[in-house]
């Protein structure tokens, strides 16, 4: 088995504004000095000396985490756009309280969040299978190569519940946006590609 923990990156300042950040790159999707605590906090609670690689989504946020996180263990990042977050099109870095006021018919009131047909107001955007689809993809590929490895992959809230409903065979909003560095374990089989969540959205002071 090759097992994946997926560690959703530490609060940004576009978080803490309500934006959708999506793909993104700009100083407001960095990370806070909050977030930075929680990488922090996580990597005191989360040691990855023991661990083979790590995969980083090439925005700044998500290194800003990994950098924290790999401090002590001093793996090499090793980038992969497939673990980038969602683009959200022309919504990307909208206030998502105006956008669920203009647009309604496109969120769930719910969880305040876009439904899987979103993209028919938003120009431009990704689809949810899309992005499972390239998840999907990084996920055989890595556990092919790498088998019987321990991996750590830090992305971005809605790859990290990508990977979840890839394990669970879910869709649409099934499964919620995790936390800010939080921990998802799935472990694969190399050879036949089954997956299985071991947990979801678990927080640094937990057991890993």
């Known amino acids: 088995m090759t097992t994946f923990y997926i560690v959703r990156h530490g609060q940004t300042a576009a978080n803490k504004a309500g934006l959708k950040q999506g793909t993104i790159n700009s100083p407001q999707t ?3 000095s909050l977030g930075k605590e929680q990488a922090a906090n996580l990597a005191a609670h989360f040691d990855i000396s023991g661990f083979d690689r790590i995969y980083v989504s090439p925005l700044v ?3 800003e985490t990994a950098k924290i996180l790999n401090e002590k263990a001093q793996l090499p990042l090793e980038l992969d756009e497939r673990l980038l ?5 022309s919504w990307d870095g909208q206030v998502n309280a105006e956008l669920m006021a203009q647009y309604p018919q496109y969120f769930s009131s ?3 969040d876009v439904v899987e047909d979103y993209v028919h107001g938003a120009r431009g955007a990704e689809s949810f299978k899309h992005v499972e689809r390239r998840v999907a993809d990084f996920t055989a590929e890595i556990s092919r190569e790498h088998p019987n490895e321990k991996i750590v992959v830090v992305t971005h809230g809605f790859t990290v519940r990508s990977f979840a409903i890839n394990a669970t065979n879910g869709s649409g909003l099934e499964i919620l946006e995790p936390d800010n560095c939080s921990v998802t374990k799935i472990m694969v089989d190399p050879l036949t590609q089954k997956q299985h969540l071991v947990y979801y959205n678990r927080i640094a002071d937990s057991v890993f």
Request: no cysteine; net charge neutral; glycine share 8%.
């Open 30 to 32: 960095y990370l806070t």
């Open 61 to 63: 946020r998500t290194q």
């Open 85 to 89: 977050e969602i683009s959200y099109g």
């Open 110 to 112: 719910l969880v305040n």
